[in-house]
């Protein structure tokens, strides 16, 4: 009678812990979903906020400067945790402290970066996901986006070379554009104020389309560029999934809702004892292709048959 005391004893204490998590997202709107998504991943594994977890959630908001004051933050609350989109982030929780576990909801080269000696091994205190498997992933998004506008001669990029691990993707940009034949150019934005400046460009210049990589600028600013694409009549291609339901024309990726749910499993074996260390970083395995058919409607473009076939989710 006194062990099965001690084992219903024990078993009490457990389900009275509660948990506490970091989250940072990039802004209040844009990571509802992501947020959601993470919620449904822990959810499966027996977390309930306001029961056994308390999520405690901050935004950058286009501000990356801001990022060491929400690491304190979070920090001086006592999460266990900080769940991160990208390595920016991740290194300020890292410099902010050290032995802090951070989950990365996707990164894009945290090896090179200096978040892990390997993706196997990372070593250290980060550890999650990364965003693609590899660069050829760019090269099924030109051409995807090549039929369907298959008049496309001329591409602006726009993206902000500040962001880790973007740099990378551009030499491949360039390489798969030119075997099809597509001319690109790079219109650089850092900050928010530079959006402006840079439609400007692009209204002189008359490329054929855009294709737009997110970052905490062009992020903050997605209605001011998408409403710029409809009203110059542009199909604007985006790199995620997810800016396609706020007014992109389409975009092939990962599936960044799935990212966000498997990091809860990351958070799952680190509240369980697991060293982030020893976690290996893991690669996507869900792509999808989304089309806003409200915006090609809205720019006067007939999408191809092949393209809505292969849809795996149409945003009408």
């Not at 090179?112 to 693609?132: C, E, F, I, K, Q």
């Not at 004892?273 to 007939?302: H, M, S, W, Y």
Request: no cysteine; proline share 6%; hydrophobic share 45%.
């Amino acid at each position: 009678m006194g062990a099965v005391s001690l084992v219903i004893s024990a078993r009490a204490a457990a389900q009275s812990r509660t948990y506490r998590v970091g989250f940072i997202g990039s802004s209040d709107t844009l990571s509802r979903g992501p947020n959601q998504a993470f919620l449904t991943g822990l959810r499966e594994l027996g977390y309930r906020e306001g029961q056994n977890l308390v999520v405690e959630r901050r935004y950058i908001e286009g501000r990356q400067d801001q990022l060491p004051a929400l690491a304190m933050e979070l920090i001086n609350l006592g999460v266990e945790v900080v769940v991160v989109p990208g390595e920016r982030p991740a290194l300020a929780v890292k410099a902010a402290k050290p032995t802090l576990p951070v989950v990365m909801a996707w990164s894009f080269d945290p090896v090179g970066n200096g978040l892990a000696a390997s993706l196997a091994r990372p070593g250290g205190n980060v550890t999650g996901l990364t965003w693609d498997v590899g660069t050829e992933q760019v090269t099924k998004r030109l051409q995807l986006f090549k039929e369907t506008v298959p008049s496309i001669s001329r591409i602006a990029l726009i993206w902000d070379p500040t962001f880790l691990g973007v740099a990378a993707y551009w030499p491949h940009v360039n390489a798969a554009s030119k075997a099809l034949g597509i001319e690109t150019y790079s219109v650089e934005v850092r900050t928010q104020s530079d959006v402006t400046a840079a439609l400007e460009g692009v209204r002189k210049n008359r490329p054929g389309a855009l294709f737009v990589w997110s970052g905490p600028a062009t992020s903050a600013r997605y209605k001011q560029i998408t409403e710029f694409a409809i009203q110059e009549r542009l199909p604007a291609f985006a790199a995620s999934t997810p800016e396609v339901d706020r007014g992109y024309l389409m975009a092939y990726s990962v599936n960044v809702l799935d990212l966000y749910r498997r990091a809860a499993g990351f958070v799952d074996r680190i509240f369980k004892g697991a060293k982030p260390g020893d976690l290996p970083i893991e690669q996507p395995t869900k792509f999808e292709l989304v089309v806003n058919l409200k915006t090609a409607r809205a720019i006067g473009l007939a999408i191809p048959p092949s393209i809505l076939l292969r849809a795996d989710r149409v945003v009408e």
